[in-house]
């Protein structure tokens, strides 16, 4: 079965605090992504990776970067986090070839205080 | 750039109804087009999608789709409704550089 998996479901961080999601896929897919969302706006793209080491920014990337060390992990880092980074995050992943399903994980709730 | 437009934010229907949501995309060339379905506190699981050939889809949970070229509209229906379906839905349109962008989401809600 496929399995992208973020292992943070619930975090509360302070404001200016550097922040780590974290996410695996067990699909050996060579695309993966990062979305927010929030209430009303569906979801928005932040990076997403076609492959080890390389990115791309989505449409909201200001105040996020992103690691791709390994083909199977994505992390999202919020540098400084503030107030309004408070969402929902998605990861997701697929195959190279176009069209193809994305898999999404559970979602990490964050909360910035 | 393509984008997706969602018109209806919440929709209720009765249990056993038929339920419509509307999804319009506005892309330049061939679009793929996803339905994606999310209950509370979980990620998405995808209910069906098109890439190219018949225009009307079959998903899974007995929901299908019908890719309208003419009229940029990919509007998932289901005949009948179970209170299992209560949820949200997001529509979404994929480019050429494997990127997805999504709908604002159209929440169900199922009454007894």
């Known amino acids: 079965d496929v399995k992208v998996t973020q292992s943070s479901r619930y975090l509360v961080k302070r404001t200016g605090e550097k922040v780590f999601l974290e996410c695996v896929q067990d699909?050996?897919?060579?695309?993966m992504f990062w979305y927010r969302q929030d209430p009303g706006l569906g979801l928005r793209l932040i990076y997403f990776s076609y492959d080890v080491k390389m990115k791309e920014k989505g449409d909201i990337p200001e105040g996020y970067s992103v690691s791709r060390e390994k083909k199977e992990r994505f992390s999202l880092i919020l540098e400084s986090a503030s107030t309004n980074q408070t969402s929902m995050y998605l990861c997701?992943?697929?195959?190279?070839?176009?069209?193809?399903?994305?898999?999404f994980g559970e979602g990490s709730w964050l909360t910035v205080v | 750039a393509q984008s997706v437009t969602q018109p209806d934010i919440h929709i209720t229907v009765s249990e056993g109804a038929s339920l419509e949501l509307r999804c319009n995309y506005s892309y330049g060339a061939t679009p793929y087009l996803f339905w994606y379905v999310q209950s509370p506190g979980q990620g998405l699981q995808l209910l069906l999608k098109?890439?190219?050939?018949?225009?009307l889809v079959q998903g899974i949970k007995g929901f299908e789709a019908e890719f309208k070229r003419s009229q940029s509209s990919f509007n998932l229906r289901k005949p009948s409704v179970h209170w299992s379906d209560a949820a949200e839905y997001f529509c979404a349109v994929g480019s050429n550089d494997y990127k997805l962008s999504f709908g604002a989401g159209t929440t169900v809600t199922v009454r007894a």
């Open positions: 699909m050996d897919h060579e695309n």
């Open positions: 997701a992943s697929r195959p190279r070839r176009r069209g193809d399903t994305i898999y």
């Open positions: 098109y890439f190219s050939g018949d225009t």
